[in-house]
């Protein structure tokens, strides 16, 4: 939802409500990028590599979390990076972040830390699902969780 | 030593932790106590620093006792991993009333975690089912996969009368076990089975060193 939308919204039309305006917005936790960058549908039976799985966002949100550079640099090696911009760019956050590679110099480029930490960990979906690109299986994205779980009938 | 919070600042954030609505025998939920819990995570901050600046795991998070005291001692990410629907409903609760914003979850079976995340995480926190009742020998499961999943060490609780077994088991995985401290865990009177109020069950703390 866009703020412009929320800049509107009342809840006036409830029984006994007089101005119902504004609403409070109740902020939800999310998966992060770097969670999505791990997972894989590998343990389906008949599925090969199952990775990277497509997203498919109804609802990011960004949150604030501490910038720690060391952490970031340390971070970046373990990263898919092609993954990581698709998965940004899908749900519309790919803002400067380069699109094959980190740049050579990232151990000390804190601009582009600073860009790395934003959207590994502070963009968020709340609610989407995971698409398996193999078998399309579909993964709900719940108040930020994705739900991995799998029937019997599919291990 | 390593600069850590308060022991009792760690305490009083555990002792506000919603607890399981109702617990379920077959998943073996037990929360962790604050004092245990507070202990443990003090210990692993102050003497060996493996949590703040670190990517954390906790296995079987449940309501998060362990992955919210981790995240406030400011490590850079806690990834709670949990089967559990209900307990991930009470742990986003307790996420958002603590206001922290370094933890991730994800609901899955803990012996079916992706192996993208092998060997991607710092430091594994976990309070693992004991593997009693019809649950015997999945500690030593959660245990596999905690070592899978760490490049450095694992912390978890087993029972004092397994500890043999537990050495040897971590041996074998290649990872290099110490007891760091015997506890006592007050389980509180939580199922129908439970004829006193409550039991205390001696517990060991390990620390395991993974190879690299």
């Known amino acids: 939802m866009k703020l412009l939308t929320h800049n509107m919204l009342t809840s006036k039309c409830i029984r006994g409500v007089n101005v119902g305006y504004p609403l409070v917005i109740n902020i939800i936790r999310n998966m992060k990028l770097f969670t999505h960058n791990m997972l894989t549908t590998k343990c389906k039976k008949g599925v090969l590599v199952g990775y990277p799985l497509n997203i498919k966002a109804s609802d990011i949100r960004i949150s604030s979390v501490d910038f720690n550079p060391d952490f970031i640099s340390k971070i970046i090696p373990k990263i898919d990076w092609p993954v990581l911009y698709s998965a940004a760019e899908s749900i519309g956050h790919s803002e400067n972040l380069p699109k094959e590679a980190p740049p050579e110099d990232y151990e000390t480029n804190e601009d582009f830390l600073k860009i790395a930490h934003k959207a590994l960990l502070e963009v968020e979906v709340v609610h989407g699902e995971l698409v398996c690109p193999e078998s399309g299986r579909k993964f709900p994205i719940n108040n930020g969780i994705p739900n991995m779980l799998l029937n019997e009938d599919e291990i | ?212």
Request: hydrophobic letters at 40%; one cysteine or more.
């Open chain 2, 1 to 212: 030593m390593f600069p850590c919070l308060k022991l009792r600042k760690i305490e009083e954030r555990l002792q506000c932790i919603q607890e399981f609505d109702r617990p379920k025998v077959k998943l073996e939920q037990y929360v962790t106590p604050a004092h245990l819990g507070s202990h443990m995570l003090y210990t692993i901050q102050s003497q060996y620093g493996d949590i703040d600046g670190k990517l954390v795991a906790d296995l079987g998070c449940g309501c998060g006792a362990l992955a919210i005291g981790a995240a406030a001692l400011n490590a850079s990410l806690v990834v709670g991993f949990e089967i559990d629907q209900d307990a991930l409903d009470i742990f986003q609760a307790n996420i958002e009333e603590h206001e922290l914003y370094n933890i991730d979850s994800i609901q899955c079976d803990v012996l079916n975690i992706p192996e993208r995340f092998h060997k991607q995480f710092d430091t594994v926190l976990m309070n693992p089912p004991f593997g009693t009742k019809q649950n015997e020998g999945v500690d030593m499961k959660f245990l596999q996969v905690a070592l899978k999943l760490s490049n450095n060490c694992v912390y978890s609780l087993h029972k004092t009368s397994t500890r043999n077994h537990v050495l040897k088991h971590a041996d074998s995985l290649g990872a290099k076990g110490e007891v760091l401290a015997e506890l006592k865990y007050d389980i509180p009177a939580t199922y129908k089975f439970h004829k006193k109020s409550s039991v205390d069950i001696e517990v060991d703390f390990y620390r395991f060193v993974v190879s690299r």
